[in-house]
């Protein structure tokens, strides 16, 4: 078996302006596709939902894409903020960036609420944050050291 890349990101949000605001108006990442699902006997059999109804919103991110999937039926609840960092889940995604303190210092300027400000790691510096629907999200500079 040979695994190419990840292609793609997906997180079921409650509300999807919110989330648009904070991903595409806060992060600044770009909107691809935005898109109703209703009626799509393939995608219901891919994610083993019979009656689903969503819209679907996908992002460009010069690699892995980020999709936000709002489903309106069945409606599910919220189990991201119960989740503590030691449960068994996907923990988190993360995004590369040059400065993590001054993405830290703007980000918090506009509400985000964060696990810890940006801690250095040797080889990076990292801080974690919460997005619209308590999904984690890593910040990570990477450093270089003689």
Do not use: W
């Not at 040059?98 to 790691?121: C, H, M, R, T, W």
């Amino acid at each position: 078996m040979h695994l190419k890349e990840v292609q793609h990101i997906a997180i079921s949000v409650s509300d999807m302006e919110k989330s648009l605001a904070f991903y595409r108006d806060l992060l600044g990442l770009e909107v691809m596709m935005d898109f109703e699902v209703a009626d799509n006997r393939g995608i219901e059999t891919v994610l083993g939902v019979k009656g689903l109804k969503m819209r679907y919103v996908l992002f460009n991110n010069k690699g892995a894409s980020i999709n936000l999937l709002e489903i309106r039926n069945p409606k599910g609840e919220n189990v991201a903020r119960k989740l503590r960092p030691y449960d068994q889940c996907i923990h988190h995604f993360a995004f590369a960036v040059d400065d993590a303190e001054a993405v830290y210092q703007e980000l918090k300027s506009n509400g985000i609420e964060f696990v810890s400000p940006p801690q250095d790691l040797g080889m990076a510096k990292a801080c974690a944050f919460y997005g619209p629907d308590g999904e984690v999200i890593e910040l990570m500079e990477f450093l270089r050291r003689g």
